[in-house]
């Protein structure tokens, strides 16, 4: 079956320190995949897209990395602050013109 | 640019009453998706509409639900009769679509509770 998995944990780390997010999919071969934040009580919001056949995006302090050997993205937040505090969501568009979300990864940076 | 706009951002009602849920686009964005999200489920695609068109509605859960684009700025959600398993928060999202790699852009959403 076609799943999309990303830590169902939360990531706790300390202020300055890198966050990585995983996002692992499978029985999909999507073309881009996105990368959303979601604060309580509001609507996601959009942060970067990395096509297939890019291995590497970056935005700032943002990086997504790309790997659709290992059907694999990781999502990094380099030098992290406690308002990078948020739930982080992976969609990927399995070529129908709609997106298919994770369930998320609620990241706490902690001062 | 005002983004997209929901309203009601809250509903309480009753089983078995009717519930309408409304959204505003971005100008410009031609193509409408309606989300529901739980603890449970997640992020749900409902239905997704492109030039006011209904492209897939594959989603949405069963004859109860519909909704409507009848033009541009303005599209629908329409619950009838609503149950208490339907409480959730509903996102409609709007994006461009130019090409299939467009961002989309979620309003605030609104919380349907069902008692």
Not at chain 1, 49 to 68: C, Y
Request: proline share 6%.
């Amino acid at each position: 079956s076609q799943k999309i998995e990303q830590n169902s944990e939360a990531l706790n780390i300390q202020e300055g320190k890198t966050a990585t997010l995983t996002c692992n999919y499978t029985n999909y071969s999507p073309a881009y995949l996105q990368w959303y934040r979601q604060d309580p009580g509001r609507g996601p919001v959009f942060l970067l897209l990395i096509r297939e056949n890019e291995k590497e995006k970056r935005k700032e302090r943002l990086k997504v990395t790309f790997d659709t050997t290992l059907k694999q993205s990781l999502f990094h937040i380099t030098a992290s602050q406690p308002a990078d505090s948020a739930t982080y969501l992976c969609a990927l568009d399995p070529a129908t013109g709609k997106l298919i979300f994770g369930q998320g990864t609620t990241l706490q940076v902690k001062p | 640019d005002a983004g997209v706009i929901q309203s009601p951002r809250h509903e309480v009602t009753e089983m078995g009453q009717e519930v309408t849920l409304r959204c505003k686009p971005i100008s410009g964005h031609n193509s409408l998706f309606w989300y529901r999200q739980t603890m449970m489920r997640g992020l749900e695609l409902l239905i997704y509409f492109n030039n006011n068109v209904p492209i897939d509605d594959s989603g949405m859960p069963e004859d109860r639900f519909s909704a409507k684009m009848p033009n541009a700025s303005f599209s629908t959600l329409k619950i009838q009769p609503s149950e208490p398993r339907d409480s959730a928060v509903y996102f409609c999202a709007s994006s461009r679509q130019n090409d299939r790699y467009d961002e989309q852009y979620f309003g605030p959403g609104t919380r349907l509770t069902v008692t």
